[in-house]
């Protein structure tokens, strides 16, 4: 099949793209014609390499009121766009999202006859608006999701300035490595005392050692492994 792809670069994360292209790709029996990613400047940092090597179209689109994600729209309008004016025609439309404002676009492709494939995350993969707009679901725990090991870990603690004891009253203090953000432990880190870990825990979700997850209106952050 012609197949595209459109990524929503501020919905979903902590995957191994090259895998996914690769999925997708079936041994050459998918020609993919179109490859588009749309993120703040933020969000393509962390795939811009990943996007570079799989010769992605990248558009940056930066946040507006109320830090307002457009990525959602922008994809929508030109998948739609796609479907009509892209020569050749396109069969297949991927979405890499888990943002429920991507099943209009999805239904009304579908209805066209188009083969819709979504890749999200696995929490989302059984929610019936996404299954009835969709031909396949890839859940990304499941399929290419990066896990990090400990030891993987305790290196970059390590090179961070932490030592093995820091690991170990990080793990044991957040029981089975499991808490919310709105705890305040104080913690000390080579002499300096640290009450506020939020920038701790956002350079290691980006460094897919920790996970984060919604639950109910805090956060829950979690070793990946």
Same mark, same amino acid.
Not at 75 to 80: E, K, M
Not at 82 to 95: A, G, L, N, T
């Given at each position: 099949?012609?197949?595209?792809?459109?990524? $929503?670069?501020?919905?979903?994360?902590?995957?191994?793209? *090259?895998?996914?292209?690769?999925?997708?790709? =079936?041994?050459?029996?998918? %020609?993919?014609?179109?490859?588009?990613?749309?993120?703040?400047?933020?969000?393509?940092?962390?795939?811009?390499?990943?996007?570079?090597?799989?010769?992605?179209?990248?558009?940056?689109?930066?946040?507006?009121? &109320?830090?307002?994600?457009?990525?959602?729209?922008?994809?929508?309008?030109?998948?739609?766009?796609?479907?009509?004016?892209?020569?050749?025609?396109?069969?297949?439309?991927?979405?890499?999202? *888990? $943002?429920?404002?991507?099943?209009?676009?999805?239904? =009304?492709?579908?209805?066209?006859?188009? +083969?819709?494939?979504?890749?999200?995350?696995?929490?989302?993969?059984?929610?019936?608006?996404?299954?009835?707009? /969709?031909?396949?679901?890839?859940?990304?725990?499941?399929?290419?999701?990066? %896990? %990090? +090991?400990?030891?993987?870990?305790?290196?970059?603690?390590?090179?961070?300035?932490?030592?093995?004891?820091?690991?170990? /009253?990080?793990?044991?203090?957040?029981?089975? *490595?499991?808490?919310? #953000?709105?705890? #305040?432990?104080?913690?000390?880190?080579?002499?300096?005392?640290?009450? &506020?870990? *939020?920038?701790?825990? /956002?350079?290691?979700?980006?460094?897919?050692?920790?996970?984060? #997850?919604?639950?109910?209106?805090?956060?829950?952050?979690?070793?990946?492994?």
């Amino acid at each position: 099949m012609n197949t595209a792809i459109y990524f $929503d670069l501020e919905n979903v994360n902590n995957f191994n793209l *090259s895998i996914l292209m690769k999925l997708l790709d =079936k041994n050459g029996e998918n %020609k993919i014609i179109a490859k588009l990613a749309v993120g703040n400047s933020s969000a393509i940092g962390a795939y811009r390499a990943e996007l570079a090597n799989q010769n992605f179209i990248i558009i940056e689109a930066p946040h507006l009121a &109320k830090k307002k994600n457009r990525a959602d729209i922008i994809l929508s309008v030109i998948a739609y766009e796609d479907s009509i004016y892209h020569k050749p025609e396109i069969e297949q439309f991927v979405f890499i999202t *888990s $943002d429920s404002d991507f099943t209009f676009i999805m239904n =009304k492709l579908k209805m066209q006859g188009k +083969s819709v494939w979504l890749v999200c995350k696995d929490e989302d993969k059984d929610k019936e608006y996404f299954q009835t707009c /969709t031909e396949k679901i890839i859940p990304i725990e499941k399929n290419i999701k990066i %896990k %990090k +090991s400990i030891d993987e870990l305790k290196k970059w603690l390590k090179e961070n300035g932490f030592d093995n004891n820091d690991y170990t /009253t990080l793990i044991n203090h957040f029981n089975s *490595s499991e808490w919310k #953000k709105g705890d #305040k432990p104080i913690f000390n880190y080579n002499g300096k005392k640290i009450k &506020k870990l *939020s920038s701790l825990l /956002t350079k290691l979700v980006e460094g897919y050692f920790f996970e984060r #997850k919604k639950d109910g209106s805090a956060y829950v952050y979690r070793i990946v492994s």
